[in-house]
C-alpha cells in the first residue's frame, strides 16, 4: 500500500503490534512526541503487552516492556477503557474471529472517538478497513513522514534502524523504503509539509 | 443489547470453578485488580469492554459467549465433564481442556473459512442392540466411506478424522492414566483430544477409539477414555471394537497364511502401526490365534525405534525437533499449524489474532514463522 509521507494524523490508536515497535527505537519515540505525535492504547492492549501469559520471556520482551511501564507512568502512551456498547458494533462481532482482542478493542475505541488505528500488520490494516472508514497508519509511514518533515535527519535513519533492530522487530525494510520515499517527496516539494492533527 | 449482569457473573463464577482458579489467579493473569473484579463478580459494577475481552482470553472462549444468551461455548458439557471426573482431572488438565477446545473452535472456523462447508462428513446409523455389532459395522462403513480398499491401513488417522468433521488434537495432559476425550462442541462438533503422553501407537489408537465414541454415542456430550478401561462397559467396548476394526480390517489379518510366529506378529504391528495387546486380541476376535498366544504375544514390545512421531521425523535438526515437540505438548501439530498461517496468508485473519490461534502473544511469532517457513506481512 502506498504511503502519503506528506500527511500523518497525530492521534493514533495503537495496537499491540506498532505499539512494541513504536517503543523499539527511543530516537523515533522522542522525535514523534516532540513533532507532537500522541499514542494512545485500550487496556486490552496493555494487557497483551505486560499481563498476557507467556511461555518464554527475552531480554528485548523484558526492555520492551519496561518502555511501556515508562511510558505509560510518563502519560506518553495513554490508556483508555472500551465501554461494552462500543463492542457491539454489527461489524465487530462479525468480525471477532479474524481479528485478535486487542484489534477489536482498537477499533472499537478509534471508532468511537473519530481517530486512527496505528497498525503495522498489513492484514489487520485490510480487516479494520471493512470495519471502519478511516485508513489505518503504520510506523514506517510515522517514520516517513518525520523525516518528510525534517524531524528526523539523515544520521537518525541508522541509529532508528539500528535500535529496531536490536529489538527484534520486523520492520527494516519498510523503514529503508519509507526513508527513501520520504527523500524523494521532500526532493519534489522542496521541504513542504503537512499533518492533520 | 444490554448486558445481563446477572447472566455475566454466573459465567464468570462458574468458569472459575470448573478452571479451579480464584480472583487472585485472574488478577495476576489479566492486570484487572483484585478489587475491580470482586466488584464485578458482586454485580457492584458492569465489566468494561475491555474487561469482557481480557477475561474472554484468559479463559479461551469466544467474548460473545460472555454478552449473549447464545451457546458459543461448551460450557456446560466442560462443567459436568469436570464434575464427573473432579478427582481424576488436576488443575492442569482442566487448563488443557479447555486450550484444546478453543483450538477446536478456531479450526471449525479456519476450514469452513477456507475450504467451504464440509462435504466429506460420515454419519454412521446404527441397527439394533448388539454394541460390538455397532463398532464393527461403523468401521466397515467408514473404511468404504473413504474409498479404501480392504487391504488399506490409514497412514494418518488424525487427518482422516479431520476430513469427516472430526477435529482431533494431541496434547499432554497431566495424568497419564487419560488417554484421550471426546467432547462434542456446539459449534465446533465432535472434537477428541489424544494424550500426547502416551506412546506413539497407543495415541493413534486411542484416536480411533475416541472417534469412534463421536461417530456412536450421538448422545453423549463427552467421554473421558482412561487406560484402564471397563472391560465391561458396552460403549467401551463398542469404541474398542471399531478402532481395531478401523486399523486392523480382517481382510488383512486374515490373508496372513503362515502360522503366527512372533517375528511375523511383530512385523505386523509394525507395519500395522499398533501395539501388540490390541493387535492379539483383534487376531483372538477373530479366533486366528488361541488364548495361549494371546498371552504370549501381547507381552512383546514393539521396538521403540520403529514408533517414530510422523510429525517429528529424523531428519529435523536437533533444535527444530525440540522446538515442534514443545508445540505439539501444547496441541499444535504441523497441520493445524499450517491450516492457522495459510488463513494469515490469505487475509482471513490478522497477525494478532494468528498468535491468539497459536496460543502465544505476538512477540513469539516470528519465531515461529520462521520455524515453519512462513512469512509475516508487515506494514508500509
Not at chain 1, 525494510?173 to 520515499?181: G, R
Not at chain 2, 529424523?314 to 499449524?337: M, N, T
Amino acid at each position: 500500500m502506498a504511503i502519503d509521507v506528506s500527511v500523518f494524523f497525530l492521534s493514533n490508536i495503537t495496537d499491540t503490534c506498532a505499539i512494541w515497535n513504536v517503543l523499539s527505537s527511543r530516537r523515533l519515540f522522542r522525535v514523534a512526541l516532540s513533532s507532537g505525535v500522541v499514542f494512545a492504547c485500550t487496556r486490552v492492549v496493555i494487557y497483551e503487552c505486560l499481563h498476557k501469559h507467556r511461555k518464554t520471556v527475552s531480554e528485548t520482551d523484558r526492555e520492551l516492556q519496561a518502555r511501556l511501564r515508562a511510558a505509560q507512568a510518563a502519560a506518553e502512551v495513554s490508556v483508555y477503557p472500551v465501554e461494552l456498547d462500543d463492542l457491539q458494533a454489527i461489524a465487530l462481532l462479525e468480525n471477532r474471529k479474524r481479528l485478535g482482542k486487542g484489534e477489536l478493542s482498537t477499533i472499537a475505541f478509534a471508532i468511537k472517538t473519530r481517530q486512527v488505528v496505528l497498525t503495522d500488520d498489513q492484514k489487520a490494516r485490510k480487516l479494520a478497513m471493512i470495519v471502519m472508514s478511516k485508513a489505518a497508519q503504520t510506523t514506517p509511514h510515522l517514520f516517513g513522514w518525520l523525516f518528510f518533515g525534517n524531524r528526523l535527519t539523515d544520521p537518525d535513519k541508522d541509529e532508528v534502524i539500528s535500535e529496531h533492530k536490536v529489538m527484534n522487530r520486523p520492520l527494516t525494510d519498510h523503514l529503508e523504503i519509507a526513508y527513501i520515499e520520504a527523500c524523494r517527496c521532500r526532493l519534489m516539494s522542496r521541504g513542504g509539509e503537512n499533518s492533520i492533527g | 443489547m444490554p448486558l445481563d449482569r446477572k447472566m455475566f457473573v454466573n459465567k464468570l463464577d462458574r468458569y472459575m470453578v470448573q478452571l479451579q482458579v480464584n480472583i487472585q489467579d485472574i488478577a495476576a493473569g489479566t492486570g484487572i485488580s483484585i478489587d475491580r473484579i470482586t466488584s464485578i463478580l458482586t454485580c457492584a459494577s458492569d465489566p468494561t469492554g475491555d474487561e469482557v475481552l481480557i477475561f474472554a482470553d484468559y479463559f479461551h472462549c469466544d467474548f460473545k459467549f460472555f454478552i449473549s444468551n447464545e451457546k458459543l461455548a461448551p460450557f456446560e458439557q466442560t462443567e459436568s465433564l469436570f464434575r464427573r471426573y473432579s478427582h481424576n482431572l488436576t488443575r492442569e488438565d482442566r487448563w488443557a481442556i479447555q486450550e484444546f477446545l478453543f483450538l477446536c473452535e478456531c479450526q471449525e472456523f479456519l476450514l469452513s473459512e477456507l475450504t467451504g462447508r464440509l462435504k466429506n462428513r460420515f454419519i454412521f446409523q446404527k441397527n439394533g442392540t448388539f454394541y460390538k455389532g455397532h463398532g464393527e459395522a461403523a468401521a466397515e462403513a467408514l473404511r468404504s466411506h473413504l474409498g479404501y480398499d480392504s487391504n488399506e491401513i490409514p497412514k494418518n488417522v488424525y487427518e482422516v478424522f479431520s476430513k469427516i468433521g472430526i477435529h482431533v488434537f494431541r496434547r499432554l495432559l497431566g495424568r497419564s492414566n487419560i488417554s484421550g476425550v471426546f467432547i462434542r462442541h456446539p459449534i465446533a462438533g465432535p472434537c477428541v483430544l489424544v494424550n500426547y503422553n502416551e506412546d506413539i501407537f497407543r495415541q493413534r489408537f486411542t484416536a480411533c477409539h475416541e472417534a469412534g465414541h463421536a461417530l456412536l454415542d450421538e448422545r453423549e456430550d463427552f467421554v473421558v477414555s482412561f487406560a484402564k478401561w471397563d472391560n465391561t462397559d458396552l460403549s467401551e467396548i463398542r469404541a474398542n471394537t471399531f478402532a481395531s476394526r478401523f486399523l486392523m480390517p480382517p481382510e488383512v489379518l486374515r490373508s496372513v497364511r503362515v502360522d503366527w510366529s512372533e517375528t511375523i506378529f511383530l512385523d505386523y504391528a509394525t507395519r500395522l502401526m499398533v501395539n501388540a495387546e490390541p493387535l492379539a486380541y483383534a487376531l483372538l476376535d477373530l479366533k486366528i490365534i488361541n488364548k495361549n498366544q494371546v498371552v504370549a504375544f501381547k507381552k512383546l514390545k514393539i521396538p521403540a525405534k520403529v514408533k517414530n512421531d510422523p510429525e517429528l521425523p529424523s531428519s529435523l535438526a536437533p533444535r527444530i525437533r525440540q522446538r515442534k515437540q514443545e508445540l505439539l505438548h501444547r496441541g499444535l501439530s504441523d497441520a493445524y499449524v499450517g491450516l492457522c498461517f495459510d488463513a494469515y496468508e490469505r487475509g482471513i485473519i490478522s497477525a494478532s489474532r494468528l498468535a491468539e490461534m497459536l496460543l502465544i502473544v505476538e512477540m513469539e511469532l516470528l519465531d515461529i514463522a520462521a520455524l515453519y517457513g512462513r512469512h509475516l506481512s508487515h506494514g508500509d
